[in-house]
């Protein structure tokens, strides 16, 4: 991959590592935008902006995932918990998350 992308990126994580999710925001944001065939970034930033508080921009985040992974499981869950999805969408992310878990 790009060197430019993975230090972007390894920005991004240090941020979250030391809870500066603003940092994280951006960084996130800036590889989205550098970078919009990455996933890795999209992972990030939905994170990010999961735990700012922007539950609207992680769940759209999320949903333009090209591929389900754990992160992405993860988020969707938290987010239907959160969002008081107790009916089948809740339980559906959840056990997708579980499921990822086991591959």
Do not use: D, R
């Given at each position: 991959m790009?060197?430019?992308a993975d230090i972007l990126l390894m920005l991004a994580a240090f941020s979250?590592?030391?809870q500066f999710?603003?940092?994280a925001v951006i960084y996130g944001r800036a590889g989205l935008a550098l970078f919009p065939e990455d996933q890795r970034f999209r992972e990030v930033l939905a994170y990010a902006l999961f735990l700012a508080g922007e539950l609207e921009d992680a769940?759209?985040?999320a949903g333009e995932a090209r591929r389900d992974t754990r992160n992405f499981a993860y988020v969707r869950a938290r987010l239907?918990?959160?969002s008081g999805h107790s009916g089948a969408?809740?339980?559906s992310a959840i056990r997708a998350y579980l499921g990822k878990m086991d591959s």
């Open positions: 790009n060197v430019t979250l590592k030391a999710i603003a940092k769940a759209a985040v239907a918990m959160l969408e809740g339980q």
